[in-house]
């Protein structure tokens, strides 16, 4: 491109104005500055913007259709810098985020709430179709926030630690794991096991089962939790969910949960940013906001629980 920005304001303050001098006075440059810059726009393009008529300038038809342009796209420049202004005057943006499972979706409504008290001019949009692509949507600047239990490593992102939460194996209070109160990881070759898609991501068959030799029997894909639970209480297979996803049910009894392998499984989340976003202040707010509303085991849960990628 030959053009640039200085050279459009020139064109629009010569049109406005009609003459080097009054123009140089608008731009704060000399005539002679002015002067040489038009004969390099001219140069450039290889044509006439101006012709002189008397002592006045007046636009080509060349210089007509440039200034058109040059007007459109001066205003949008400043409509931009203003917008900009007022975005960080007033803490106003967009927060895209993504989780790393499907269950976390049904918690952040409550958080997005409280959230918008504090920044009501921050548009918070939750982004399913990546979840099960966090790192890469956010390397292209499709999300701004994943909510991530797989490790980051990539230095143009910034991870921080924000709770941990542990996963159960539930099945149906007619299973025989009901009338157990230790399942061992061996047993679990003899059963259906239901995950969320793609399997090859499930953290506690990829990366607990399979390398202890307890393939179950049979994998099946189920993409909602309800429809897990559900699989579940009819004894047609068994499942490992969070615990506080699947706690109240537990409780009232139509489910059991049992610990697998005996000392447990955690995930330990963190919120992963892009660095130009890691300091913001409505991201840390939201990340704050996890910290203290996760409805999660704290960090702190003990050590002898062993950790497993989501």
Do not use: C
């Given at each position: 491109m030959d053009l640039e920005i200085r050279h459009l304001r020139l064109v629009a303050a010569v049109a406005e104005v009609g003459s080097l001098t009054r123009a140089g006075d608008q731009l704060h440059l000399t005539q002679s500055a002015l002067s040489h810059q038009l004969r390099d726009i001219e140069s450039r393009l290889g044509t006439a913007l101006f012709l002189r008529v008397g002592k006045r300038l007046v636009l080509t038809t060349a210089g007509e259709r440039l200034l058109a342009s040059a007007t459109d796209v001066l205003d949008r420049l400043q409509q931009a810098e203003h917008d900009i202004r007022e975005m960080s005057r007033d803490r106003a943006g967009s927060l895209r985020i993504t989780t790393e499972c499907y269950t976390c979706y049904h918690w952040l409504p409550p958080l997005l709430l409280h959230f918008r008290r504090t920044f009501p001019r921050v548009q918070v949009r939750i982004d399913v179709e990546a979840t099960h692509h966090p790192v890469k949507m956010l390397l292209a600047g499709k999300i701004d926030l994943g909510l991530m239990s797989t490790p980051v490593r990539d230095r143009r992102l910034?991870?921080?630690?924000?709770?941990?939460?542990?996963?159960?194996?539930?099945?149906?209070?007619?299973?025989?794991?009901?009338?157990?109160?230790?399942?061992?990881?061996?047993?679990?070759?003899?059963?259906?096991?239901?995950?969320?898609?793609?399997?090859?991501?499930?953290?506690?068959?990829?990366?607990?089962?399979?390398?202890?030799?307890?393939?179950?029997?049979?994998?099946?894909?189920?993409?909602?939790?309800?429809?897990?639970?559900?699989?579940?209480?009819?004894?047609?297979?068994?499942?490992?969910?969070?615990?506080?996803?699947?706690?109240?049910?537990i409780d009232a009894g139509t489910i059991v949960g049992r610990a697998l392998p005996a000392r447990g499984m955690r995930r330990v989340w963190s919120a992963v940013t892009r660095k130009d976003l890691a300091a913001s202040d409505y991201a840390n707010e939201f990340i704050d906001l996890l910290e203290r509303h996760a409805p999660t085991t704290r960090i702190g849960k003990p050590a002898a629980i062993a950790a497993v990628r989501a």
């Open positions: 910034v991870s921080r630690r924000v709770f941990d939460d542990e996963l159960v194996l539930i099945a149906s209070k007619h299973h025989r794991f009901a009338r157990q109160t230790r399942v061992r990881l061996a047993q679990m070759r003899d059963e259906t096991l239901f995950v969320y898609p793609p399997k090859e991501e499930s953290g506690p068959l990829q990366n607990v089962l399979l390398p202890a030799g307890a393939a179950p029997a049979r994998v099946e894909e189920v993409q909602l939790t309800e429809a897990i639970t559900e699989l579940v209480k009819a004894g047609l297979g068994v499942a490992i969910l969070a615990r506080w996803a699947v706690q109240p049910m």
